[in-house]
């Protein structure tokens, strides 16, 4: 069975940090890109970023570039995502997504596997 | 404000057609793939459409996808309740170098 779940998720203050992890198992991710997308409870998806099967191409939303650093450990079939200087607007539920093809970019098909997301509150 | 622009609703009767669009520029839908998503209250999304207009198994042929220049459109024959749920178009955006997501429509079956 196809499994993706995410944690590392809580409630954190503004400025601190918070590493999310996304365990995969049911199939190796050596061959697909990889994503992060959130979601405000009651509010519409949002893209967060993307890496490709070999690391090689990474991609960030302009709202968290810069701040947010997505890597994957392809021996350990995971995906990560390194949240820094986290702000109020950050507030979201965190899915990691498998996607259909190895790069990120125009060959983005489609996310045809999601975690349960993971719940991320920063608030003081 | 999204960069692809969905209806926030729609509704159709149980058994009849329903259509919800999905437009875009050529940066994003005119020029790369399209995907499509439903999600339950409370549930991950889930990929209904990828490539355009490929499904994945499992997802019945009630469920189609069309792609015209800058738009797009997903629908949905033989309305079931069960389809009642919030509905995502997502693409990549060439001008942007991110992916892109629809506001979302949700569908009422009346």
């Known amino acids: 069975e196809v499994q993706l779940v995410e944690s590392g998720g809580g409630l954190v203050q503004p400025g601190r940090s918070l590493r999310l992890s996304c365990a995969v198992s049911?199939?190796?991710?050596?061959?697909?890109?990889l994503h992060w997308v959130r979601q405000v409870p009651g509010k519409g998806l949002e893209w967060v970023s993307g890496?490709?099967?070999?690391?090689?191409?990474?991609y960030y939303a302009d709202s968290v570039k810069g701040r947010f650093t997505i890597s994957r450990d392809n021996a350990k079939n995971s995906l990560y995502l390194q949240m820094n200087s986290l702000r109020a607007e950050d507030t979201a539920l965190y899915y990691c997504?498998?996607?259909?093809?190895?790069?990120?970019?125009?060959?983005?098909?489609?996310?045809?596997?999601w975690g349960q997301g993971a719940l991320v509150t920063v608030s003081s | 404000q999204s960069v692809l622009t969905q209806p926030p609703s729609v509704s159709a009767a149980a058994g009849q057609t329903v259509t919800i669009s999905c437009s875009g520029s050529?940066?994003?839908?005119?020029?790369?793939?399209l995907s499509w998503y439903q999600q339950f209250p409370g549930t991950a999304p889930k990929l209904l459409i990828y490539?355009?207009?490929k499904r994945p198994s499992g997802i019945p042929d009630r469920f189609s996808a069309s792609k015209s220049a800058t738009s797009a459109t997903l629908g949905i024959t033989g309305l079931q309740t069960g389809d009642e749920a919030d509905y995502y178009c997502?693409?990549?955006?060439?001008?942007?170098?991110?992916?892109?997501f629809g506001g979302g429509t949700k569908l009422t079956v009346l």
């Open positions: 997504a498998k996607d259909v093809s190895p790069t990120v970019g125009p060959t983005v098909g489609g996310f045809d596997c």
């Open positions: 049911g199939f190796t991710i050596d061959d697909y890109a």
């Open positions: 890496i490709s099967w070999h690391s090689g191409n990474i």
């Open positions: 050529s940066s994003n839908i005119g020029n790369n793939f």
């Open positions: 490539d355009n207009d």
């Open positions: 997502g693409t990549w955006d060439s001008s942007l170098t991110t992916v892109v």
